[in-house]
């Protein structure tokens, strides 16, 4: 099939590559000149596992091509994905302008029939405001459908390759033939389609992100919980996990949930409930406790420094919202970096992958080559991401490089007993704290 997709960022470049890789021919259009520059060059601008060798391959088997040219990259396409942001507006809904400017643009140069994907995370009622958009100028037949993407960020391959389910909206007999065809290769592989109309299809990407939002952020008060009961959350998360109704994923506790997804996703069904006059306590809830437990630590540093950050050479491992991205947004890293700059303390940091997105906004960190260069004359080390590389790091070594062998750990890494043992105190979320200080 001939595809185009509008909009290079993660979604549309995971898109765009993987819909070649199954036979298509894919030009990806964006409006960025510097971008599409470099993608023209074989220079992926993401860092997402397994992406680039696909991407490589079908750009050499020229299968894969860039424009800013929408015109051009839409011409003969029978499926034209929007891959387009939608930000948070001022008022926390989804904002459509970028959608609706591209839909505007594409009334007038349609040639042929095509269907219109909305593959961003967009508002009930989306799909008829790009439709009618569209109408306004267009001289041929089309239609729109909703095709949320339900991708994670550093297994997106995979994700997008072997899907719980692909989810489309439409009620358009026509379009639904169009996208059984795009997705016969991945239906044949036992991956389910499942149709709906266009605005459950909207709804069901806004429930799907918010749920699990709750999920985490319930895990979140119950390590709260445990902490003032003296339980571990680890262990509630093994026994309540292997429950088949709860399931074992997105149960860690941890520093709050980040990210470009979920916390605008969350706030932007929010702003629908209201719309609607409907109000949904839940979801309130969830993002004040996430605002709170992305705080989580900074207390428990402060006060272990007797309420006095200053001049204190705070370590910090991890600034992506979570490991194998060097996707910031919305990390709680940030918001507590920036805390710690502001308590007076210098901050030394790490993180394998995200360090370059980091530089312009936040220039006054120290940045280290090494884990363990970040260490080196530290009072303490924060960590904020689970890269893998900091779950056995060699505790000796740590020791002699940090002035103070403390740790708060916002993804609980270690085991106590570990910790114990190698004489560190340790503070991390949901479970007893480690105070070697007085143990040693
Ligand atoms: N990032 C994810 O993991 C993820 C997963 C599922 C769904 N989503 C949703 O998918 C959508 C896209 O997310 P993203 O992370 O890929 O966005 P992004 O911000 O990384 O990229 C968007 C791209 O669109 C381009 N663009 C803007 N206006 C344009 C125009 N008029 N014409 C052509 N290109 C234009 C930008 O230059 C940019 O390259 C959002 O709605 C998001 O919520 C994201
Ligand atoms: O048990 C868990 C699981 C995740 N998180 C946090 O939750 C956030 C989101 O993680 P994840 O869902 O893995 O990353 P995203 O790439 O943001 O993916 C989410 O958002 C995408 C954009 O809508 C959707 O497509 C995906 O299905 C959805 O999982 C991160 O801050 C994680 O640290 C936890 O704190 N505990």
């Known amino acids: 099939m001939k595809i185009a997709v509008v909009g290079t960022g993660y979604v549309g470049l995971v898109t765009g590559t993987c819909f070649a890789e199954t036979g298509n021919q894919v030009t990806c259009v964006d409006i960025d000149v510097n971008k599409v520059t470099r993608l023209q060059k074989g220079d992926i601008p993401i860092y997402e596992p397994g992406l680039e060798v696909l991407f490589d391959r079908n750009i050499a088997e020229g299968r894969l091509t860039f424009t800013?040219?929408?015109?051009?990259?839409?011409?003969?396409?029978?499926?034209?994905?929007?891959?387009?942001?939608?930000?948070?507006?001022?008022d926390g809904s989804a904002d459509l302008k970028y959608i609706l400017g591209v839909a505007n643009d594409l009334g007038p140069i349609l040639e042929n029939y095509a269907v219109i994907i909305d593959k961003s995370t967009v508002p009930v009622g989306t799909a008829e405001k790009v439709s009618a958009a569209i109408r306004l100028n267009a001289t041929v037949d089309f239609d729109v459908v909703s095709n949320p993407e339900f991708l994670r960020e550093g297994v997106a391959v995979e994700d997008f390759m072997k899907p719980d389910r692909v989810v489309v909206g439409t009620t358009s007999e026509k379009a639904k033939k169009v996208m059984e065809k795009l997705y016969a290769p991945l239906v044949r592989q036992g991956n389910p389609v499942i149709f709906m109309d266009e605005r459950s299809a909207e709804m069901t990407k806004y429930a799907a992100n918010s749920f699990l939002a709750l999920k985490i952020t319930f895990m979140n008060e119950i390590a709260n919980l445990c902490e003032k009961v003296g339980a571990n959350v680890d262990d509630i998360r093994r026994g309540i996990g292997t429950d088949s109704r709860i399931g074992k994923r997105f149960l860690f506790?941890?520093?709050?949930?980040?990210?470009?997804?979920?916390?605008?996703?969350?706030?932007?069904?929010?702003k629908t409930s209201d719309d609607y006059g409907y109000d949904f306590r839940t979801l309130k809830s969830v993002m004040a406790v996430n605002d709170d437990q992305k705080k989580r630590l900074l207390p428990l540093i402060t006060e272990y420094f007797d309420g006095d950050l200053k001049g204190k050479t705070i370590a910090v491992w991890g600034l992506a919202f979570k490991p194998y991205t060097d996707d910031i947004r919305e990390a709680p890293a940030l918001e507590n970096i920036k805390a710690l700059l502001a308590a007076g303390a210098n901050v030394t940091v790490y993180d394998p992958e995200a360090m370059d997105n980091v530089k312009g906004l936040l220039p006054d960190l120290t940045y280290c080559h090494t884990a363990y260069a970040a260490l080196d004359d530290a009072d303490a080390l924060m960590i904020f991401t689970e890269w893998p590389q900091f779950r056995t790091p060699d505790f000796d070594k740590m020791a002699k490089l940090m002035k103070e062998k403390v740790i708060f750990d916002g993804r609980n890494l270690y085991e106590l007993e570990v910790m114990r043992e190698n004489q560190f105190t340790y503070y991390s979320i949901g479970r007893e704290s480690v105070d070697s200080k007085v143990t040693a």
Do not use: R
Request: aromatic content about 8%; overall charge negative.
């Open 68 to 90: 800013t040219d929408l015109k051009e990259g839409i011409k003969g396409a029978e499926v034209i994905f929007l891959a387009l942001p939608t930000p948070p507006g001022e």
């Open 253 to 270: 506790a941890g520093i709050g949930y980040g990210g470009s997804c979920f916390p605008k996703d969350v706030q932007a069904l929010a």
